[in-house]
């Protein structure tokens, strides 16, 4: 299968992304694209019913899915009205993790796009400002925070066994020791619940150590304790490193991490618009800088104006693009280019 266009970075295929997902060979660690909305543009190919689009992006997860990898991201666009049915259909091949808003709003509260101009009478239900992102992930990151979990507690295990000792010496049972402990510090429960267990085991502070070592056989110094813990700390933190593979890429900016977003969406007549539903730039870099790795690979099934494949290559990333339009793939390419912004 010959691309259509290529650059040491960006790929771009020309056809049906049914027809060409199942002929590649690749490992993405960052899906994100923007399909039809159904029936909101006026443009062909946005005629497409609900029923239509679900199918249409349900056999899109399937064929994209194995070629993500373990720990990738996956970012798909949609229009309000429909994204309670695209998270339903989300979870059934991702991991669902966010619903982000798209507030297209300047920063001082200025209506951006056909809300800006819409008239109030003709309403019959709230007008739409915004679109949404649905953001997940191929798998969830359980197996990196169970590997963790078991290397903290091993790492941790002679300060557990310290303090399981001294209660074990003491004879005293936890209610007991609860009761001693609000007695003494006003909390019942911190101490006797997170420094006796395994599973959820934390270093006490200063003034629960010193009131349990009061009636409890705790030989040692808070400060000694505290400088065998801070050591064992670093050690835990630099020996998790070998398990950062099975962690997911996130590495969010102040522009962008919380779920709702504020970009100035590309305006009919604007310099560089050049499709319908073209997402400002600066979204989808940030976007490509949070959720791929540098030197990563970003796939795009609907590339419309190319968007994302220009991210990529500002952002030190690479692309696959996918697009059945021949007049977009043109585009693209110039984009994609630099001969056309």
Request: charged letters at 25%; glycine letters at 4%; one cysteine or more.
């Amino acid at each position: 299968m010959e691309p259509y266009f290529q650059t040491d970075s960006v790929t771009l295929y020309f056809g049906d992304c049914l027809d060409i997902l199942p002929q590649l060979d690749i490992k993405v660690d960052l899906l994100l694209t923007d399909p039809p909305y159904s029936r909101v543009q006026s443009d062909e190919w946005d005629r497409i019913s609900h029923r239509e689009l679900i199918a249409l992006l349900d056999a899109v997860f399937y064929s994209s899915s194995r070629l993500l990898s373990e720990r990738a991201a996956v970012y798909v666009f949609c229009w309000p009205a429909f994204s309670n049915k695209l998270a339903v259909l989300m979870r059934h091949h991702f991991h669902l993790l966010d619903e982000i808003v798209w507030m297209k709003q300047t920063a001082d509260g200025h209506r951006q796009g056909p809300a800006a101009k819409a008239e109030l009478a003709p309403l019959r239900k709230f007008f739409p400002e915004t679109e949404r992102i649905l953001f997940a992930s191929k798998t969830d990151d359980r197996r990196y925070w169970t590997l963790c979990e078991e290397l903290r507690t091993e790492t941790m295990s002679p300060l557990i066994d310290y303090f399981q000792t001294a209660k074990k010496k003491s004879g005293l049972p936890s209610v007991e020791i609860q009761n001693h402990m609000a007695g003494l510090t006003g909390k019942r429960y911190v101490f006797a619940r997170h420094t006796f267990t395994r599973s959820q085991w934390e270093f006490p502070a200063r003034d629960q150590y010193e009131a349990a070592a009061s009636f409890l056989p705790l030989p040692r110094s808070f400060d000694d304790l505290a400088v065998e813990y801070a050591a064992r700390l670093r050690q835990y933190t630099e020996a998790r490193r070998k398990y950062e593979h099975l962690r997911r890429y996130h590495a969010p900016q102040r522009c962008n991490f919380t779920d709702l977003w504020r970009y100035r969406p590309v305006m009919p007549g604007s310099r560089g618009r050049v499709h319908n539903c073209q997402k400002p730039l600066q979204m989808i870099q940030d976007m490509v800088t949070t959720s791929c790795p540098p030197g990563g690979l970003v796939l795009d099934c609907f590339a419309g104006s190319g968007t994302t494949g220009v991210a990529a290559k500002i952002s030190g990333r690479r692309a696959v693009l996918i697009e059945k339009d021949r007049h977009c793939c043109d585009i693209i390419a110039d984009r994609v280019a630099g001969t056309l912004l």
